[in-house]
């Protein structure tokens, strides 16, 4: 059950994600598809009486329990973001929005980070939510899986910084050849006389 509960979540928030989206520039009716938008979190929070219920009812906390957590914290630390870009580039396609930022070089190196600190956000919300787990269960019940989730919690925050590590390393390059800063095409370098 919690596992299609995960995954109805899932699905449901793409699904008010683009009726959200879909009043806001389609409609023209930008108040309603905000307030779709605003009952994303609900999603969560049902997830979460959910799977306390099951655990309150003796279900034994397992590996579904631990991917509640994470996809809990995925949704809090990602889900307002997700949210944003994907507006974003709805708003440049039918609404005359401006162009999505490309980054490049030290640009996108930041904006990697910046991603790297959502995903540690995830790992604590998951973590706690994991935590606050094995304590209601207690010591009568096996936690082995929740504290495993949290060692996956970790390495997940552990990859994405070596990740993001390699873009600051090997920065990508912009193929049209201007400067992240401006977007403008470098200027030639000029001689001086001496």
Same mark, same amino acid.
């Given at each position: ?35 779709? +938008?605003?009952?994303?979190?609900? +999603?969560? /929070? ?39 870009? $994907? ?15 490309? =980054? ?20 604590? $919300? ?19 899986? +929740? ?30 050849? =201007? ?13 001086? /006389?001496?």
């Amino acid at each position: 059950m919690i596992v299609a509960l995960i995954i109805a979540c899932e699905v449901g928030f793409w699904v008010l994600l683009a009726l959200g989206l879909a009043l806001r520039y389609l409609a023209k009716m930008p108040r309603t598809g905000a307030a779709v +938008l605003l009952m994303e979190p609900l +999603l969560e /929070l049902i997830l979460l009486i959910v799977t306390a219920i099951d655990l309150k009812n003796g279900a034994p906390a397992d590996w579904k329990h631990g991917l509640a957590a994470v996809y809990i914290g995925f949704t809090v630390a990602y889900g307002h973001y997700t949210i944003k870009w $994907v507006d974003g580039h709805v708003a440049y396609r039918f609404a005359g929005g401006p162009r999505p930022v490309k =980054r490049y070089g030290l640009d996108y190196a930041k904006h990697e980070g910046k991603l790297l600190l959502r995903t540690v956000l995830m790992a604590v $919300v998951a973590c706690g939510l994991l935590q606050a787990a094995i304590v209601y269960v207690g010591d009568g019940g096996d936690t082995t899986s +929740l504290h495993e989730w949290q060692g996956t919690s970790l390495k997940i925050v552990s990859i994405h910084a070596v990740i993001a590590l390699t873009y600051l390393i090997w920065q990508k390059k912009d193929p049209r050849g =201007r400067t992240e800063v401006t977007g403008e095409a470098p200027r030639p370098q000029q001689k001086t /006389l001496r």
